[in-house]
């Protein structure tokens, strides 16, 4: 199977995955747990599969983070609302974004019934081993209604991938600042996510000096060719770690998630991300 596909339908899927973190009823779901608005209820809520951890736990499973940021959500969302109860709301306001979204017929239809099944297949053969972010939401229970374990499936892999992207990372040498600054110096993300990080001015110069002696990006920030080929480097051995799902789906039940993913993600992407996928 070419590994590019692996690249290709985690593309495809997120933004059906990722609804979670920028639909408005999640939002609210947090709140009315108790967590106040801002960061605290996208670390907490992402967090919560591992339990109560410390804020170092997190740092290490988000990586691209500053690591004061996460401090200042994590250990105190623990004292607000506990993890299960995070994860109950997030739950069912996944469910109410995904019907406002989609509608209760596309929902409730057989393509997203078939789609859940072969994302199931393909989550049920990713590995836990170095996956932490994957392992704790691989513990979870399956919901029961299909478009929601289509999004839990399809979640599961999202984690398995971002935890073999941090191993890329790690082999590549690039810190949890440079990382999301190289991200930013290819045109990959605006210059808008990369400040959500969190990361200062000084720590920004300081990365940044040290891609420059490694020729990764030019005096005014600019990737070079050299960083470039750093970076696909990485994600074409984060698509090499994230094939195993894929292989045990088989390249036509691969292409066919796709197919059947493709026009659902769009519709989340364009109501709920403003068209960025």
Not at 39 to 67: D, T
Request: a negative charge.
């Amino acid at each position: 199977m070419d590994p590019l596909l692996a690249r290709k339908v985690a593309r495809t899927t997120n933004p059906y995955a990722s609804i979670v973190f920028l639909a408005p009823e999640v939002a609210a779901a947090y709140a009315a747990v108790g967590l106040p608005a801002g960061r605290m209820g996208y670390f907490a809520g992402r967090a919560a599969p591992l339990g109560p951890v410390p804020a170092e736990v997190v740092i290490a499973s988000f990586y691209n983070f500053q690591p004061d940021l996460v401090r200042s959500a994590i250990p105190q969302a623990w004292s607000l609302a506990s993890p299960a109860a995070i994860l109950e709301r997030r739950l069912t306001a996944v469910d109410e974004s995904l019907r406002r979204v989609l509608g209760s017929d596309v929902v409730g239809g057989p393509e997203v019934a078939e789609a859940a099944g072969l994302a199931s297949r393909a989550a049920e053969a990713c590995a836990p081993e170095g996956r932490v972010l994957y392992a704790a939401h691989a513990g979870l229970a399956w919901p029961d209604e299909t478009h929601l374990r289509l999004w839990h499936a399809l979640t599961l892999l999202r984690e398995h991938r971002g935890d073999g992207h941090l191993m890329a990372l790690q082999v590549g040498g690039y810190s949890g600042c440079q990382a999301i600054l190289m991200h930013a110096a290819t045109g990959e993300v605006p210059a808008t996510f990369a400040a959500s990080r969190g990361w200062s001015d000084e720590q920004w110069a300081l990365a940044s000096e040290d891609l420059r002696s490694r020729g990764l990006v030019d005096a005014d920030g600019v990737v070079t060719e050299a960083g470039r080929a750093s970076r696909e480097a990485i994600e074409q051995q984060t698509d090499e770690l994230a094939l195993a799902p894929w292989r045990a789906l088989g390249e036509k039940g691969t292409v066919r998630l796709r197919t059947l993913v493709q026009p659902l993600a769009r519709t989340i992407a364009e109501q709920v991300f403003g068209g960025r996928d």
